[in-house]
C-alpha cells in the first residue's frame, strides 16, 4: 500500500515538473530569450490556434529597426539644416547682388553727371578761350588805330565789351617797352557820361565775358 502511495506520488510530482518546464518554456518565449512556439505548436493547434513564429516586439530586430530610423531621422534632420542654410546663403547673395547692382548704377549715373559737367566746362573754357582772343584782337586793332576813330567803335560796343577791352589793352601795355596804356585816352575822348559809367562799372564790378 504504501509503495502503490510513492508511485502516486512520483507520478504526481513527475507532472508537476513537466508542468513547470512547460510553464518556464513559455514565460522564457514570451519574455523572448527562447523561441519555443514552434515547439508547443501542436498543443496551439490542439486549441485551435496558431502559434505565432515570428519574432517577437521584445527580439533585437525591432530595436536594430529603431536605431537605423533615428539614423535616418537624423539624416533627415542634417540635410533639413543644409538646405535651409544653402537657401539662406542663396537669399544673401541675391541681397548682395541687387546692392551691388545698385552701387553700379549710382556710379554710372555719377560717373554721367561728372562727364556732362566735364563738358560743360570744356565748352565754358573754349568759349572764354574764344572770347579772349577776340578781346585780344579787338584791344590790337584799336590800338593801332588813330585814337578818335578807336573811340567810335568803342561807343558802339555795350559797356561790359568796352571794359573787357580797355583791362585788356592795360594787360598789353604792361608787355610794352614804354609800358604805356590807351585806356585812360580813350575815356577822356568818350562822352563824359558814357565814360563815367564805364568807369564806375569798371571798379564796381568784376572781369565778365558774355
Partial sequence: MARGSNIGKSIVLLFLIIILCLGGLLW??????????????PVYRLFGREAQTAPTATSSRPLN?????????KQREALQLYKEELEKRETDLTATGQQNEQ???????????????E???NNLQKRY??????IEQIAANLYNMRPEAA????????DQLVIDVL???DETAKTRSDGYSMSSYWLSL????????????MVSKPRVLD
Fill in 28 to 41: 522564457f518565449d514570451y519574455l523572448g530569450i527562447i523561441h519555443a512556439k514552434t515547439v508547443f505548436a
Fill in 65 to 73: 529597426s529603431d536605431i537605423d530610423q533615428d539614423r535616418i531621422d
Fill in 103 to 117: 552701387l553700379a548704377a549710382e556710379l554710372a549715373e555719377r560717373e554721367k553727371i561728372l562727364e556732362e559737367r
Fill in 119 to 121: 563738358k560743360t566746362f
Fill in 129 to 134: 578761350d574764344d572770347v579772349e582772343v577776340n
Fill in 151 to 158: 573811340v567810335e567803335i568803342l561807343v558802339a560796343m555795350d
Fill in 167 to 169: 583791362r585788356k589793352e
Fill in 190 to 201: 568818350m562822352p563824359a557820361e558814357r565814360a563815367a559809367t564805364v568807369q564806375r562799372k
